[in-house]
């Protein structure tokens, strides 16, 4: 199999601790993987894009037209990681409103589902993976895998996460 | 035990499986997880894990360590070898007994650095041997060889590792082992250990050449021939190291080329003969490493190319596309550009800056020292830290490198003696790189005013200890500065920009007061750290009165705190998820106080 993701958003938003859970689903089933992420400067506020590649590779980095799957925490954070895209690839993000592509979008407006108290905002990430869950049909882990990864990383939050994850699995759009 | 580990966590491991006693450093984007996992992974075993005050000085204590029979390590980024490099250069010639890992991460493509060295050419420079790991499971099996190495020929060894290693993330068999305590012991040697020119120095040279023809030898034997032997023979050869090796591989098999790769784990010293000779049997040799032509300047003949032929692009971190040109102007591929982007990217959005976190004490330092030292009136020096990011604020006129704030204040003061000059430091990089430039101010009685950005926390590459929190009440900031004899001012940080702004006029007074530099320790807390931030923040947060804001932009370019920004009526509005309610908006910051507090 190969698999490649990409999650933009900026520093703050918990795109390092997505790709560690997605790290850790890939490993638990045995998939060869890297994944790649910015720490530093990027981390005050600034974009943030990693990305995580599964399957036979050698380096981490995706490159243009080449991600199967683009994870926007951010709608314009999204829009500047378009290119690595493929055609027909996946895109979930959160956003109000976005352009329509050649490709599966699923757009969610998670800042206004958060402010609106449906989740904690600093769940956005997790709320987000959930979406993925719900709507990506070939993204390679289940519901539980991604649940035990969140464990692994840190079973204190982890309760609290996966509320924000089911609330992501039965959010329907109206 | 199969682990999934980002690759400075895997380094982590294989110092550990190399018996690693004591480790030093300080830290550094991307290197800076070594130590800090280290110190968690052998956290009930005898080792010494610390930071040091500077690169210079870990390198220092560590190498000591190595002299008297343990195996360190010291860990850094790029630039930190510049500050280190002192050390390095003359413990190359003395060598050690115990293994010596020196690890620098660099970072291709300025991620999060002012420049883009890369280290593989310093151990050229310092004529150290160098492993250039491709992948966090190679970082972890290389750390571990790094240490052999340097006990096996009595050499410091670079591990240079890259952003895309150290902060990638895979599996790596992290293998069981023992670890086994050993009693340091220094044997006293003053030819060898206080070696002095030109006698003692003269002949560790001479020794040094002939260890690297060994070393050379051994990286042959070990290293490439076990590769040479895997080539098949194809009419071209690329040759490549580290992380770039893994561009050229995936480039390579989604392209369906079939040309010999050979991968080169120990990028210097090379074993020339044998290489040369191989490059010999191939028509034509591309050479594709980042960041620098290294091996490709050791190897330049005919038949090769590289950056310095132009075929490879020279700045900037590597992409499978840049690979896919550099086939394609050596004549390796002519086919199509397949790393194309899908989509017409058209949409205007501009890409978000780094800039002080929400509720950032610094910011209203910044927005302070500019109100009563006016910006034409006034030279704002600053330095490398969170506090860098005060050029959003236009209250930074120049960045050079670690502790050049205070040196550069200097020289501003007497080069253009009409302004004021007002510089900007945190404190861990006043105790870095600070405190020598201060004592030659003061000596020459220079007059500038040193903002000291006084958070107790390496903030920026995630929250490491400084001196003072590490010890409080050992090393003492405000008594370094008056011990180094300059004039000293302290301010505890209010989240109320008057008192900020008042406290900065009455630091103008007492400028004109003194003769020698005016040290101003701002007392603070960085809205990360989560012990002290709870208490500072008052969860006072902010919105807007859009009858009152005038769209002054006051707010968006003097302040700017991230939840700010215009909406689609032209005024500010705030955004509720980025404001952390620390309230000092409303304090004072905009000329018709549009900024009113928000009932939750
Ligand atoms: S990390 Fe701390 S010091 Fe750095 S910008 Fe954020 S609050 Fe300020
Ligand atoms: S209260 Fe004002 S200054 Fe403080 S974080 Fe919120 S918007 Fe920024």
Redesign the pocket.
């Known amino acids: 199999m190969k698999y490649q993701i990409l999650i933009a958003g900026f520093g703050g938003q918990g795109v390092v601790f997505l790709v560690k859970v997605l790290s850790i689903c890939a490993a638990k089933k045995g998939y060869k993987f890297l994944g790649t992420e910015n720490h530093g400067m990027s981390q005050?506020g600034g974009s943030v894009s990693s990305h995580i590649k599964i399957g036979n590779f050698y380096n981490p980095l995706i490159d243009y037209g080449q991600a199967d799957l683009l994870i926007g925490l951010d709608r314009d954070e999204a829009i500047l990681n378009l290119p690595y895209l493929k055609k027909g690839g996946d895109l979930v993000v959160n956003a109000s409103d976005f352009p329509k592509l050649e490709a599966n979008e699923y757009i969610v407006d998670a800042n206004q589902l958060a402010e609106d108290g449906l989740f904690d905002a600093k769940g956005l990430n997790v709320f987000m993976l959930g979406t993925v869950l719900k709507n990506v049909k070939n993204f390679p882990f289940s519901v539980e895998e991604i649940k035990e990864a969140i464990k692994e990383i840190n079973p204190k939050f982890a309760k609290s996460n996966f509320e924000i994850l089911e609330k992501a699995l039965n959010y329907e759009r109206n | 035990m199969k682990q999934t580990l980002m690759g400075n966590e895997a380094i982590a491991y294989g110092l550990l499986h190399a018996n690693t006693q004591m480790i030093s450093g300080y830290p550094g984007t991307p290197s800076s997880e070594i130590l800090t996992t280290f110190e968690k992974i052998s956290k009930n075993l005898p080792v010494y894990a610390k930071w040091a005050t500077n690169e210079k000085v870990g390198f220092e204590v560590a190498y000591a360590g190595a002299i008297a029979g343990l195996n360190t390590a010291v860990t850094m980024k790029q630039v930190g070898l510049n500050v280190a490099s002192d050390a390095l250069m003359s413990a190359s010639f003395i060598g050690n007994k115990g293994g010596f890992v020196l690890i620098v991460a660099d970072d291709p493509g300025f991620h999060s650095s002012q420049t883009e060295q890369d280290s593989r050419e310093f151990a050229r420079f310092a004529r150290i041997p160098v492993l250039d790991p491709a992948t966090p499971a190679e970082a972890y099996e290389f750390a571990i060889k790094a240490s052999e190495l340097s006990q096996k020929f009595g050499i410091p060894v670079m591990l240079r590792s890259v952003m895309r290693v150290s902060h990638s993330r895979e599996i790596v068999e992290v293998k069981d082992f023992n670890f086994e305590e050993k009693k340091g012991s220094f044997k006293r040697d003053i030819p060898r250990w206080a070696a002095v020119p030109r006698a003692g120095r003269l002949g560790q040279a001479y020794e040094r050449e002939k260890k690297l023809k060994e070393i050379a030898k051994y990286s042959y034997e070990n290293f490439i021939k076990p590769e040479i032997e895997k080539l098949k023979g194809t009419k071209n050869l690329i040759i490549s190291s580290g992380a770039a090796f893994g561009y050229v591989k995936e480039t390579l098999d989604e392209l369906g080329l079939d040309i010999d790769v050979l991968k080169i784990d120990m990028p210097y010293p090379l074993p020339l003969d044998e290489l040369k000779s191989l490059i010999k049997h191939y028509e034509k040799v591309l050479i594709i490493e980042e960041t620098y032509p290294v091996i490709e300047e050791e190897l330049r003949s005919e038949n090769v190319y590289g950056k310095m032929s132009g075929d490879v692009h020279t700045i900037d971190e590597m992409t499978k596309e840049r690979v896919l040109k550099a086939l394609k102007n050596v004549g390796f591929y002519k086919g199509e550009n397949i790393y194309k982007p899908a989509f017409e990217n058209n949409f205007e959005v501009i890409s978000r800056k780094p800039n002080?976190?929400s509720g950032?004490p610094?910011r209203d330092i910044f927005f302070a020292i500019k109100k009563v030292f006016r910006p034409k009136k006034s030279i704002y020096p600053s330095d490398i830290g969170?506090y860098t990011?005060g050029i959003n604020q236009q209250a930074i006129d120049t960045v050079l490198c670690m502790g050049a704030s205070v040196s550069m204040a200097h020289g501003f003061s007497i080069a253009d003696n009409k302004k004021t000059v007002i510089a900007t430091i945190g404190d861990s990089t006043f105790f870095h790189s600070g405190v020598a430039p201060l004592i030659n101010a003061v000596y020459q009685k220079a007059k500038f005013i040193l903002v000291i950005l006084d958070?107790s926390t390496v903030?920026?590459t995630g929250r490491q200890a400084t001196p003072e929190r590490a010890a409080p009440g050992e090393v003492d900031l405000k008594k370094v500065v008056e011990g180094c004899g300059a004039e000293v001012m302290e301010y505890c940080y209010e989240p109320d920009i008057k008192k900020t702004i008042e406290f900065f006029k009455e630091v103008k007074k007492r400028y004109e007061e003194v003769e020698v530099p005016l040290v101003v320790i701002s007392r603070q807390f960085?809205?990360?750290d989560k012990e002290r931030a709870k208490e500072n923040l008052k969860g006072v947060f902010a919105t807007v009165d859009e009858e009152k804001c005038v769209a002054c932009d006051v707010c968006t370019t003097q302040f700017v705190c991230p939840p700010m920004a215009y909406n689609e009526k032209g005024k500010i509005e705030i955004d509720p998820l980025l404001c952390v309610g620390c309230g000092v908006c409303i304090s004072g910051i905009c000329p018709t106080d549009a900024f009113i507090r928000r009932d939750k």
């Open positions: 005050r | 002080l976190c950032c610094h969170c990011l958070n903030a920026m960085c809205v990360l």
